[in-house]
């Protein structure tokens, strides 16, 4: 027998059993488990289904409470812009079309002015429904039932209990511009749906009137402000333009055609010296070029003048008859011909006519030239004079310039003020509204509040959802253990067994330690087959000493331990229970008979022999070594290490030696026997042991020294965990129960 056990921590049980067992491996964490969800809510659904249930009562009885109120709504529509009654074109129209304002025309219809006045035109200070303390909300109807209705008020004055219903109005309006178009719903909540409607009504037409009165106002206002704004800017203009002429005159500062005398004249200078500038610049021109020719070495005939000139042309005809006179000569006649000689003379006196009259052409063009200098430098010396002239009357004509300009500033404000009167007093009486009612409110027929199916639909609605949170809440905090896979992942142990509950396997049948051999074939019988196997597999089968126990008291122990020998009694091993809970003494309360007189403790004193302590059950052939008598100083004797020669010489002589050991936790001896057996089996009770309890008793095992074979849940009750055990082999238990009849 192996004494040198180990006890199997974190995470290490889940690496051995995905490599022994691949389809025990855990699932992907980042994977969500609907099927989990979906039995989880399964489990809370008594929760959810009470919560649901709570909503759904409480939104019945709020509707019960709640006043019917009904809705009666009215349409107004902006209409087109009005030109300013001011006269300055500066203003915008009462009604701007562009978006922003026109949202702000909400806030007047809600206005505390547009409500006073809707209660004073339907003298709602003397409806009964709207006198003090005649409240119909839900905390008035709470009260009323209660009999704690609000006692009757002193009745405040005409103006305070107006400002109280224009109150009330404001938070029974509602109003809501229509798309994007310049209509408006008026809409008004109220208990009485004659009242609904009268109010929505009056709010339109007070709405629609708002501007009109306004305009009226303003109109009125504007022509005697006009009226009297024109008699006195009148005078101020005659006075300026009174003004404006006596310094004209004073001055000579005189004028027939709207310029000065001194400007008309100027005006005449100045177009007489550009045309002389002109002419003498021509005529310069006309000289420099012909000037300009001789230079080059021209006769002259090609000037300008000299082409226009019939003389010159004469000579110039002649000249080539002459030419050609002299030319037929020579062919014929050689240089001495006498005719040829006076050929030449002629031609040579043609040529000096022509350079004569070219010469006079040439001068002249200088005379002309010198004529049109002299007229230029003549007019520039008269504009010159007329400028001087000139400039004396603009210095006089700054003083002139602001006084005309004042004058003609009273005269447009006279003008402007005098256009607007007119068009503000033919437009008194013709003023039109701003707004317009396009649909009157009807008498609604159907309530809007309270909606029973809607607030119970809402409840159930919201109830459920709660509900579903609170179930998962429950479900997250949930610490104790339901399957065997919250075995494996909570604790990081082997889940050996689910063991049931004698009632939800076995119906009529109490005792779960008689239950195995009175159903044999039963499938509670099969789970203590089945945990057998499983601890056989944990530690093998040539280890024999197992220690059942537990986090807490009362998780099932002693029942695992009857249940384990029972199975293997019948399965034909020898088998024995040994009672190690000197305080509860489970399995020695569980014999039936006379006890004999040494037990246990005894047995370890030396006082007997360990066979002359065991008590046989002779009808399941299964061995109890009981702690009779106080069984002083036992518990010393177990914490010393005492039970190791005995368990050794059990070993020996049975198949299978269990120790009921009483829990880990609270006693401090069961460590120790941890140690001296092969193996420890731990049982936590279904869905009643905490994880942290086990883990809290798993952490106080001598660590190295203590082989835990696994886990038990015990006490299952089937019925339950078949409908929500997903992730248990008993989650199926439905489809083989029958196997086991």
């Known amino acids: 027998m192996n004494n040198s056990l180990v006890v199997h921590r974190g995470s290490q049980l889940q690496t051995d059993l995905a490599q022994a067992f691949p389809a025990m491996a855990a699932p992907p964490e980042d994977r969500l488990d609907l099927r989990a969800i979906y039995f989880a809510l399964r489990r809370q659904l008594t929760v959810i289904l009470v919560v649901a249930a709570v909503f759904v009562v409480l939104a019945a009885l709020v509707t019960t409470l709640q006043t019917p109120r009904y809705t009666a709504s009215a349409r107004v ?65 709470l009260k009323a039932l209660v009999g704690l209705g609000e006692e009757e008020a002193a009745s405040p004055a005409d103006e305070e209990r107006l400002q109280d219903i224009a109150e009330r109005l404001q938070a029974a309006l509602e109003v809501e511009r229509i798309g994007t178009t310049h209509a408006f719903s008026i809409a008004v909540t109220e208990a009485d749906p004659r009242d609904a409607q009268a109010i929505a009504n009056e709010y339109a037409t007070q709405y629609s009137q708002f501007y009109l009165n306004q305009k009226r106002a303003s109109g009125a206002q504007a022509a005697g402000f006009l009226s009297e704004r024109l008699e006195q800017l009148r005078q101020q203009a005659l006075d300026d333009m009174a003004r404006v002429q006596q310094y004209r005159i004073a001055n000579n500062l005189l004028s027939t055609t709207g310029a000065s005398l001194s400007e008309q004249e100027i005006s005449s200078y100045n177009q007489e010296v550009a045309s002389a500038r002109a002419s003498a610049a021509a005529d310069r021109a006309q000289l420099a070029t012909a000037r300009a020719q001789l230079r080059r070495g021209s006769a002259g005939d090609d000037v300008g003048e000299a082409l226009n000139s019939g003389v010159v042309s004469s000579l110039r005809s002649k000249r080539a008859e002459v030419a050609g006179r002299v030319a037929a000569l020579e062919a014929q006649f050689g240089p001495g011909y006498p005719a040829l000689q006076s050929a030449r003379s002629e031609l040579d006196m043609i040529d000096a006519q022509i350079a004569s009259e070219i010469k006079r052409i040439i001068s002249n063009l200088e005379a002309k030239v010198q004529v049109s200098s002299g007229r230029l430098s003549s007019l520039q010396g008269s504009l010159g004079s007329a400028k001087g002239a000139l400039a004396s009357n603009n210095r006089a004509m700054v003083a002139l310039t602001d006084l005309t300009r004042r004058a003609e500033a009273s005269q447009e ?106 159903a044999p074939m039963s499938g509670y019988a099969e789970a203590f087959r089945g945990l057998r196997a499983s601890i056989n597999h944990a530690l093998g089968n040539t280890r024999n000493l197992v220690l059942i126990t537990s986090a807490l008291p009362r998780e099932g122990k002693t029942t695992i331990s009857a249940g384990l020998a029972r199975v293997a009694a019948l399965a034909g091993e020898r088998a024995v229970v040994v009672d190690v809970d000197v305080r509860q003494r489970g399995a020695t309360r569980a014999l039936s008979g006379e006890l004999p007189q040494v037990g246990l403790l005894e047995v370890l004193r030396g006082e007997a022999t360990f066979e002359e302590a065991l008590v046989l059950d002779s009808r399941h052939g299964v061995c109890v070594l009981p702690i009779v008598g106080e069984a002083h100083g036992l518990e010393d004797l177990l914490g010393n290490g005492e039970m190791g020669p005995l368990l050794a010489r059990l070993g020996d002589a049975f198949d299978l030696v269990l120790l009921d050991a009483p829990p880990v936790l609270p006693i401090t001896y069961t460590r120790t026997l941890a140690m001296q057996v092969d193996g420890v089996v731990m049982v936590a009770r279904w869905r009643a042991t905490a994880d942290h309890a086990i883990r809290a008793a798993l952490r106080l095992l001598p660590e190295g020294r203590v082989r835990v074979a696994g886990a038990v849940l015990s006490q299952v009750d089937l019925r339950k965990q078949a409908k929500f055990g997903y992730g248990d082999a008993s989650f199926y238990y439905e489809q083989y129960r029958k196997y086991y009849a």
């Open 77 to 141: 529509v902006l209409n087109s812009l009005e030109e300013p009654t001011t006269p300055r074109g500066d203003e915008a129209g009462t009604l701007p079309p562009d978006s922003d304002q026109v949202d702000t025309e909400v806030e007047v219809i809600r206005s505390r002015e547009l409500a006073l006045g809707v209660a004073r035109a339907l003298k709602l200070d003397t409806n009964p429904n709207f006198a003090p303390g005649s409240g119909t909300g839900l905390r008035s109807r």
């Open 413 to 518: 404000l006279y003008d402007s003020y005098l256009a607007q009167y007119k068009k503000t007093v033919a437009s008194q009486g013709t003023e039109r509204p701003d707004a317009r009612v396009i649909s009157y409110a009807d008498l609604p027929e159907t309530q809007v509040s309270p909606r029973p199916l809607l607030n119970l639909g809402l409840a159930l609605v919201v109830g459920l959802g709660v509900g579903v949170v609170i179930g998962l809440a429950r479900e997250m905090l949930y610490t104790g253990l339901s399957t065997a896979s919250d075995v494996e992942h909570k604790l990081s142990l082997r889940c050996l067994e689910s063991v049931p509950q004698v009632g939800s396997i076995l119906p009529g049948e109490d005792n779960p330690i008689e239950a195995i051999a009175n």
